[in-house]
């Protein structure tokens, strides 16, 4: 059961933020920066998880924080995708560098 | 005695026609105008004719013609003791004031009725003479010295604005800005001389200022003389720059500027405002506070002299000038100089305020006969289209009416009896030379020039040559000509008026007779004058150039107004506009605008920097937001104690 050490989840969790934190900053495709803001999110649940499991076995807090985040998560998706479709509507791109009208 | 309440409506009708006409007549009431405010005007000096009865009859206490304060309001209260009221004052000079205000106003108005037919824009005519009527009467009416700053200022405005009627005639624009700006400069003394005596007395109020300041012992007269400047005393320092206003109003020497260039206004205006109202709002003024300048012998020195000088110096200039209104408007300002002189001679009370009962009696008989002359100038100018006296000549058979009237008119101003001005004119040199045989000696010389200067006129418009006008219109309308004739009657009897049983200066009625004896000089002088005038005018010949040319840079001198214009424009552009305008200039222009245009350029460099983070690129704000989150974690690690 404990034949995974905590350190190794940590490491898994902090590749995938960097990885998301990547995806974010290069890609210019807004579908793929969702996906980017995903797997931060998601890199955050797993630390969530590990830390109550590892440190506060009794306690169920970390985990009702991952159930929030995913749902907050899924309802970001919802809005985010909105806007993508507007966008695309507008500009018949979700290029993020297409949309620069507000820029000064 | 009777409530005074209704005389409130005397002001309030011309301010209600004013505001109907203003508003609503451009559109619709052109054609109206001039009967509506003929009408309002007919029922406004109806009502000035009915409260100068009930007072005059009634308002006597033990013998004495008492102040009456009609209506008062309060309007703006600064300190317990010190309030600026709105309130209608009536006492003798006040109440002949509403009198010849809405009596001479209303036969401009009937005037105007035929005079201005065929001009535009009647509605505003009609709204601006009613604006200037209101104004007038609120002057006159003022119970506080500061309401009557308020309507001394309307009324510079509606002369400004009747003096600019043609508007789209530059030498008009320029006259009425110059009247403006002349009187507005006069007027800033006045409201220092308003500030001087009303912080020292603690009053604005016209019956209490003047208890405070004349009874000698007051704790408010004693700081007011104790205090001094450049050797003279606040008290004399108040009234001379309250008579600075006065003399800027009056057009004295040297504020006088403007009244000649005055004339570029429609010819009735000019009967009304330049003639028989406004200008005399100066002599009004001193009149008004009489008493107090009666304390203050350095003061009405100042007075007399600036009064003598300027009837002099009015009446040199008139018998040179060639344009008839020009001519006319010197004339008033010489006249207006007699009645300032009379004032500056008289003390306070019985026999010694015969200076004071005169200057009124002159004030009101001259109201008469000047505005019939310039009303009878109108009607010249109507016929001839000209105000050159060289294009007229032998219109006395085309217009009998205006000749008649004319020619009564130039006999009452150079003091032939029995016409009016003969009258008030033996009492103001009788008052002179009890006072001063100096003024005496230049009113006596000026009452000679005035009788030639007027018969110069006559005889130029209505003798000299055979008139060569041929005018389908004839003399003019029947409007044109009712006017001309009641003041005629009016010029005729004015001086047979018992004037010093009802106003004297301190109410109680004087007993003056004509001194027969006394009367043959001024008498004797003016009728050679007018037979100088007559063989010099009254042929066509060239005498009067000969004099002129042996006269020569006497003759020139006068000719251009002893160039007093002159003088003006060197001080003000060449010394004014170099030493003061021109560094001012430069101090607004590259130190105030600099700081300005210096703080905005900084301004707009900053936002360019600033601008450029707003690349619109959101990974870059995503990135500073990271960054942020970043350096505050460190923070909080690192620095949280």
Redesign the interface.
């Known amino acids: 059961m404990n034949s995974i050490p905590l350190s190794q989840i940590l490491i898994v969790s902090t590749g995938l933020f960097f990885i998301g934190m990547y995806g974010l900053f290069t890609r210019r495709n807004m579908i793929t920066m969702l996906m980017a803001i995903e797997l931060i999110l998601n890199s955050v649940n797993i630390n969530f998880v590990a830390f109550n499991k590892y440190l506060y076995p009794d306690k169920l807090d970390g985990i009702f924080f991952t159930i929030f985040i995913i749902t907050i998560a899924a309802a970001e998706a919802a809005v985010a995708i909105a806007i993508i479709i507007n966008l695309y509507r507008n500009h018949h791109s979700i290029d993020a560098e297409d949309a620069g009208e507000m820029r000064f | 005695m009777p409530g005074y309440l209704y005389t409130l409506l005397i002001p309030i009708l011309p301010l209600a026609t004013f505001l109907v006409l203003g508003l609503f007549g451009r559109k619709r009431l052109d054609d109206a105008a001039g009967i509506i405010g003929t009408i309002t005007l007919l029922a406004a000096s109806i009502f000035a004719l009915v409260t100068a009865f009930n007072y005059f009859s009634a308002g006597k206490v033990n013998g004495v013609y008492q102040q009456v304060i009609a209506v008062k309001y309060t309007w703006l209260q600064f300190s317990p003791n010190v309030s600026i009221d709105m309130g209608i004052l009536l006492d003798p000079i006040s109440v002949m004031m509403i009198v010849i205000v809405t009596f001479i106003s209303l036969m401009v108005h009937v005037f105007s009725l035929g005079y201005m037919k065929a001009e535009g824009r009647l509605a505003a005519y009609y709204a601006f003479l009613s604006l200037f009527t209101f104004s007038m009467l609120g002057l006159v009416l003022s119970s506080n010295i500061f309401q009557l700053y308020i309507f001394w200022e309307l009324v510079g405005v509606s002369s400004y604005l009747l003096i600019g009627f043609y508007f789209d005639k530059p030498s008009a624009v320029a006259a009425s800005k110059k009247a403006f700006i002349v009187t507005r400069f006069a007027d800033l003394g006045f409201l220092i001389g308003i500030l001087i005596l009303a912080l020292n007395a603690e009053t604005l109020d016209f019956r209490i200022l003047i208890e405070r300041l004349t009874n000698t012992q007051s704790s408010w007269s004693l700081a007011i003389t104790g205090a001094s400047f450049m050797g003279l005393s606040a008290l004399t320092w108040g009234l001379v720059l309250v008579f600075a206003g006065g003399a800027g109003k009056s057009a004295m020497f040297p504020l006088h500027i403007w009244l000649p260039d005055a004339m570029e206004g429609p010819t009735p205006v000019s009967a009304l405002i330049h003639a028989a109202t406004m200008v005399v709002a100066g002599v009004y003024l001193v009149a008004r506070l009489f008493p107090v300048f009666v304390t203050d012998g350095a003061a009405l020195n100042i007075v007399a002299c600036v009064g003598a000088f300027s009837a002099l110096f009015a009446a040199i200039i008139a018998c040179t000038q060639t344009d008839i209104k020009r001519v006319l408007a010197y004339s008033t300002m010489s006249q207006i100089g007699y009645m300032m002189f009379a004032l500056g001679v008289s003390k306070y009370g019985g026999e010694s305020g015969l200076g004071y009962m005169a200057s009124m009696f002159h004030l009101f008989t001259h109201a008469f006969f000047k505005s019939l002359l310039f009303l009878g100038a109108g009607a010249v100018i109507h016929m001839v289209h000209s105000n050159e006296i060289k294009g007229m000549g032998g219109l006395r058979k085309l217009m009998p009416v205006t000749h008649t009237s004319f020619l009564v008119a130039c006999l009452a101003i150079a003091g032939i009896p029995p016409f009016a001005g003969f009258f008030s004119k033996e009492e103001i040199l009788t008052a002179a030379f009890h006072a001063n045989k100096f003024i005496y000696s230049i009113g006596l010389f000026v009452s000679g020039l005035t009788a030639f200067y007027m018969f110069r006129l006559y005889f130029s418009i209505f003798w000299r040559k055979e008139a060569n006008v041929h005018n389908p219109h004839g003399e003019g309308t029947a409007t044109m000509k009712l006017p001309l004739i009641v003041l005629t009657a009016g010029t005729l009897l004015a001086g047979f008026v018992p004037f010093s049983k009802y106003i004297s200066s301190d109410g109680a009625p004087l007993e003056t007779h004509v001194d027969w004896v006394f009367s043959i000089a001024p008498v004797a002088l003016a009728a050679l004058a007018i037979l100088l005038a007559a063989a010099l005018y009254k042929k066509e010949n060239d005498k009067a150039e000969k004099i002129a040319a042996t006269l020569g840079g006497l003759y020139q001198s006068a000719y251009k107004k002893f160039y007093i214009d002159e003088i003006y424009l060197f001080i003000t552009k060449k010394i004014i506009f170099n030493c003061i305008g021109r560094p001012a200039a430069w101090i607004d222009k590259n130190i105030v605008d600099g700081l300005m245009n210096g703080i905005a350029s900084a301004t707009e460099k900053t936002a360019g920097f600033i601008?450029g983070i707003?690349?619109?690129?959101?990974?870059n704000y995503?990135?500073y937001f990271?960054g942020g989150i970043a350096g505050l974690t460190v923070m909080v690690i690192y620095l949280w104690k």
């Open positions: 601008k707003q690349s619109g690129k959101i990974q995503t990135l990271f």
